[in-house]
Protein backbone atom coordinates (compact mmCIF):
# COMPACT_ATOMS: atom_id res chain seq x y z
CA UNK A 1 0.00 0.00 0.00
CA UNK A 2 0.92 3.60 -0.70
CA UNK A 3 1.25 6.53 1.54
CA UNK A 4 -1.01 7.69 -0.14
CA UNK A 5 -3.50 4.40 0.36
CA UNK A 6 -2.63 5.09 4.19
CA UNK A 7 -3.53 8.60 4.59
CA UNK A 8 -6.92 8.11 3.13
CA UNK A 9 -7.58 5.32 4.96
CA UNK A 10 -6.61 7.10 8.23
CA UNK A 11 -8.32 10.43 7.06
CA UNK A 12 -11.73 7.93 6.27
CA UNK A 13 -11.41 6.12 9.79
CA UNK A 14 -10.95 10.01 11.20
CA UNK A 15 -14.06 10.95 9.60
CA UNK A 16 -15.92 7.82 11.03
CA UNK A 17 -14.62 8.29 14.64
CA UNK A 18 -15.90 11.94 14.32
CA UNK A 19 -19.00 11.38 12.95
CA UNK A 20 -19.82 8.76 15.69
CA UNK A 21 -18.44 10.98 18.35
CA UNK A 22 -21.13 13.73 16.83
CA UNK A 23 -24.02 11.03 16.46
CA UNK A 24 -23.50 10.12 19.99
CA UNK A 25 -23.49 13.61 21.25
CA UNK A 26 -26.73 14.23 19.27
CA UNK A 27 -28.50 11.41 21.33
CA UNK A 28 -26.80 12.76 24.38
CA UNK A 29 -28.17 16.05 23.88
CA UNK A 30 -31.91 14.72 22.27
CA UNK A 31 -32.42 12.69 25.74
CA UNK A 32 -31.17 15.42 27.95
CA UNK A 33 -33.72 17.58 26.12
CA UNK A 34 -36.62 14.48 26.96
CA UNK A 35 -35.85 14.13 30.22
CA UNK A 36 -36.03 17.88 30.99
CA UNK A 37 -39.81 17.81 29.06
CA UNK A 38 -40.49 14.62 30.99
CA UNK A 39 -39.41 16.79 34.35
CA UNK A 40 -41.93 19.87 33.38
CA UNK A 41 -44.74 17.77 32.41
CA UNK A 42 -44.19 16.00 35.74
CA UNK A 43 -43.80 18.99 37.35
CA UNK A 44 -46.81 20.80 35.71
CA UNK A 45 -49.37 17.71 36.61
CA UNK A 46 -48.27 17.62 40.03
CA UNK A 47 -49.04 21.62 40.32
CA UNK A 48 -52.26 21.07 38.43
CA UNK A 49 -53.69 18.27 40.89
CA UNK A 50 -52.19 20.17 44.11
CA UNK A 51 -53.82 23.52 42.42
CA UNK A 52 -57.16 22.16 41.99
CA UNK A 53 -57.05 20.37 45.33
CA UNK A 54 -56.37 23.19 47.36
CA UNK A 55 -58.83 25.37 45.51
CA UNK A 56 -61.75 22.83 46.27
CA UNK A 57 -60.45 22.44 49.95
CA UNK A 58 -60.30 26.65 50.89
CA UNK A 59 -64.15 26.70 48.71
CA UNK A 60 -65.36 23.90 50.76
CA UNK A 61 -64.21 26.00 53.96
CA UNK A 62 -64.91 28.90 53.38
CA UNK A 63 -68.62 28.56 54.30
CA UNK A 64 -70.29 29.88 50.82
CA UNK A 65 -67.84 32.76 50.47
CA UNK A 66 -65.17 31.61 47.55
CA UNK A 67 -66.09 29.08 44.96
CA UNK A 68 -64.11 27.05 42.84
CA UNK A 69 -64.92 25.52 39.28
CA UNK A 70 -63.56 22.69 36.99
CA UNK A 71 -60.46 24.81 35.64
CA UNK A 72 -60.70 25.79 31.66
CA UNK A 73 -58.79 23.93 29.40
CA UNK A 74 -57.44 24.58 25.81
CA UNK A 75 -56.39 22.88 23.37
CA UNK A 76 -52.54 23.74 23.55
CA UNK A 77 -52.24 22.19 27.33
CA UNK A 78 -52.92 25.26 29.14
CA UNK A 79 -55.25 25.02 31.89
CA UNK A 80 -56.74 28.31 33.75
CA UNK A 81 -57.45 27.45 37.40
CA UNK A 82 -60.03 30.38 39.04
CA UNK A 83 -61.01 30.53 42.57
CA UNK A 84 -63.52 33.05 43.18
CA UNK A 85 -64.40 35.16 46.42
CA UNK A 86 -68.01 36.19 46.64
CA UNK A 87 -68.72 37.58 50.00
CA UNK A 88 -68.20 40.22 51.37
CA UNK A 89 -68.02 42.64 48.43
CA UNK A 90 -66.02 43.22 46.86
CA UNK A 91 -66.33 39.67 44.21
CA UNK A 92 -63.11 39.12 42.63
CA UNK A 93 -61.12 35.88 42.04
CA UNK A 94 -57.32 34.15 41.12
CA UNK A 95 -56.56 32.79 38.48
CA UNK A 96 -53.84 30.85 37.69
CA UNK A 97 -53.38 29.48 34.14
CA UNK A 98 -50.29 26.77 33.89
CA UNK A 99 -48.91 25.48 30.12
CA UNK A 100 -47.83 21.96 30.20
CA UNK A 101 -45.89 22.79 26.66
CA UNK A 102 -43.80 25.40 27.89
CA UNK A 103 -44.16 24.69 32.44
CA UNK A 104 -44.91 28.51 32.71
CA UNK A 105 -47.26 29.47 35.72
CA UNK A 106 -48.71 33.27 35.21
CA UNK A 107 -51.48 34.29 38.50
CA UNK A 108 -53.37 37.20 38.41
CA UNK A 109 -56.04 38.89 40.16
CA UNK A 110 -59.45 39.15 38.44
CA UNK A 111 -62.00 41.86 39.16
CA UNK A 112 -65.01 43.59 37.03
CA UNK A 113 -62.01 45.77 35.68
CA UNK A 114 -61.92 45.23 31.75
CA UNK A 115 -58.22 43.68 31.47
CA UNK A 116 -56.74 41.17 33.59
CA UNK A 117 -52.80 41.53 34.46
CA UNK A 118 -50.91 38.27 34.61
CA UNK A 119 -47.56 37.66 36.71
CA UNK A 120 -45.57 35.29 35.59
CA UNK A 121 -43.61 32.84 37.31
CA UNK A 122 -41.21 29.80 37.44
CA UNK A 123 -43.63 26.98 37.63
CA UNK A 124 -40.34 24.96 39.31
CA UNK A 125 -40.22 27.64 41.89
CA UNK A 126 -43.96 27.69 42.86
CA UNK A 127 -45.22 25.90 45.67
CA UNK A 128 -47.85 25.20 48.34
CA UNK A 129 -45.97 28.47 50.32
CA UNK A 130 -46.78 30.46 47.41
CA UNK A 131 -50.36 28.93 46.62
CA UNK A 132 -51.13 29.91 50.35
CA UNK A 133 -49.82 33.23 49.98
CA UNK A 134 -52.31 33.82 46.89
CA UNK A 135 -55.46 32.53 48.45
CA UNK A 136 -54.81 34.57 51.78
CA UNK A 137 -54.38 37.58 49.15
CA UNK A 138 -57.74 36.74 47.70
CA UNK A 139 -58.98 36.67 51.41
CA UNK A 140 -57.23 40.46 53.00
CA UNK A 141 -60.55 41.77 53.25
CA UNK A 142 -59.25 45.22 54.12
CA UNK A 143 -56.81 45.96 51.36
CA UNK A 144 -59.91 44.55 48.57
CA UNK A 145 -62.78 46.86 50.39
CA UNK A 146 -60.33 50.14 49.75
CA UNK A 147 -60.27 49.00 46.21
CA UNK A 148 -56.85 48.30 45.78
CA UNK A 149 -55.60 44.29 45.54
CA UNK A 150 -53.06 43.24 47.77
CA UNK A 151 -49.30 42.95 47.54
CA UNK A 152 -48.14 39.23 47.19
CA UNK A 153 -44.59 39.02 47.04
CA UNK A 154 -43.86 35.50 45.18
Partial sequence: MTSNENEIRRMVDQARQVDAEQRQAKREADQVVSDQASRRKS???????????????VAAASDGAMAFNKPA???????????????????????????????????????DAPTKRMNTVDASAFGRNQLDQLIRGLADQLSWSKGQAPTVPL
Avoid at 43 to 57: N, V
Fill in 43 to 57: QTESLRTEIEAKFKA
Fill in 73 to 111: TAAAGTADYQLTWNAPLPVRGLSIVISEESGGLQWGWVT
